[in-house]
């Protein structure tokens, strides 16, 4: 038996420690490329684009993972894809049809189409032709990897129906499973060991004391060396994020739909925020505003007249009588777009002087039915984007002080004057 142990137990404990030593490795290596590989390869800014844009369409009917009142949505490009073309179109086409008019796809007697509409027993879905395609591509990346936000979970609402409050896998169990794997690369290093101890004991070999892996130098300073990183990426990763809220769309106290008015009815932006050319900040505009239109507009193509009703409320307007009471207040907007106290930012200086649009910075708030913070807004985006931007140079008496580039452009030396030349990448001009 003594001689068994010998012939197996001295390889074994070496090939084991090596073995634990790489799975342990591989581990450490799974976590931090579970951690980072799925935000890696996905387009963040469309993603939360796709979210904003499926919780102001679809979450009232369907849900990512979860039978609704329609169809759960992860997987519909795949499974439109699959029932092939018809009419020598293929599924993809025909899924973005869908979404923009279904009425239309079952009139030219798409497979599918049909056998959704007999499904749901006959229930048409809303048609939403204010929709682009790449409106839908965010909406379709968001439902196939919509357990990317690990804090939302699917909730049942009246009827019977599933919001989506975003059903996500739990990363916890992620954490847990490698805790699991970890612990039992431990174990077996451990049993390895004392059976190696064992061996030579019973050949009346001298043994080194047992020393714990909590004790053991080597391990220690192992975990000190991967705690001290971790602790500082994670530092690193919270504070460069620190005021930061891409994506952030608080619920308003009126549904204002920015797709309707600056969309369909192509209202100028800078009719309701009129101090945008003018001033620091575009202003929020006033019920007097809203009133100029809605005195007449009193009922809404999706909410009737419940919206509007808020709007004569705040203006202490009565509808019937149609005078104006003495206490009105103002709406409670919630600001959506922030920047930190230290920076400085003026909206007239990019609207006027430099000519930007407002959808550079806010988006394509013209199709968005609910405004949510488009851009991060951090500093290396503005910075990317004063490097990358040519100012509105020629016949602009604002930029008439910077002679040597309009004598280097009329000589043909410079195409165009970007903001970083005219200084909009020194630390002075944003925070002064």
Not at 240 to 258: D, N
Request: charged share 20%; hydrophobic share 35%.
């Amino acid at each position: 038996m003594t001689n068994f142990l010998r012939s197996i137990t001295k390889p074994t404990f070496q090939v084991n420690r090596h073995l634990s030593l790489i799975a342990l490795t591989i581990l450490l290596n799974l976590f931090a490329f579970s951690a980072f590989s799925q935000a890696a390869n996905i387009d963040m800014v469309k993603w939360k684009a796709g979210k904003a844009a499926f919780k102001n369409n679809c979450a009232s009917c369907h849900n990512p993972l979860v039978k609704g009142t329609g169809p759960a949505l992860a997987g519909s490009l795949e499974r439109w894809t699959a029932e092939g073309k018809h009419q020598g179109i293929d599924g993809k086409t025909w899924l973005y049809r869908w979404i923009k008019n279904n009425n239309e796809v079952r009139a030219a007697g798409n497979p599918r189409g049909l056998k959704i509409f007999g499904e749901y027993a006959g229930v048409a879905m809303n048609a939403f032709p204010s929709l682009t395609d790449a409106d839908i591509d965010g909406i379709l990346l968001y439902v196939d990897n919509s357990a990317m936000n690990t804090e939302a979970k699917v909730e049942p609402t009246a009827g019977g129906k599933t919001t989506e409050a975003d059903a996500e896998f739990p990363t916890w169990i992620l954490f847990v499973i490698i805790g699991l794997l970890i612990a039992m690369v431990f174990a077996l290093n451990r049993l390895s060991g004392s059976l190696y101890r064992l061996t030579k004991e019973s050949q009346g070999e001298s043994v080194h004391p047992f020393i714990p892996f909590y004790k053991n130098r080597r391990i220690i300073i192992l975990c000190g060396i991967v705690a001290t990183v971790f602790f500082f990426y994670l530092l690193i990763q919270n504070a460069t994020a620190l005021g930061r809220q891409q994506g952030y769309q608080p619920e308003q106290p009126i549904k204002f739909s920015h797709a309707l008015h600056a969309g369909k009815h192509q209202i100028d932006c800078q009719y309701c925020h009129s101090s945008a050319s003018k001033s620091k900040h575009a202003n929020i505009p006033s019920v007097s505003t809203c009133m100029n239109c809605h005195k007449v507009v009193q009922k809404g193509p999706v909410y009737g007249t419940e919206e509007i009703a808020k709007i004569y409320k705040y203006a202490d307007y009565n509808i019937d009588t149609k005078v104006y009471g003495s206490n009105p207040k103002a709406v409670e907007w919630t600001r959506i777009h922030n920047l930190p106290d230290h920076v400085f930012f003026s909206h007239a200086q990019h609207v006027k002087a430099g000519g930007v649009k407002c959808q550079t910075c806010h988006g394509p708030v013209q199709e968005m039915e609910e405004v949510y913070q488009y851009a991060p807004l951090s500093m290396g985006w503005c910075i990317n984007c004063h490097r990358q931007t040519e100012v509105n140079f020629d016949g602009n008496k604002y930029y008439s002080i910077y002679e040597k580039y309009h004598k280097a452009k009329a000589e043909g030396k410079m195409k165009g004057v970007t903001v970083e030349d005219i200084g909009g990448t020194e630390c002075q001009k944003c925070h002064y």
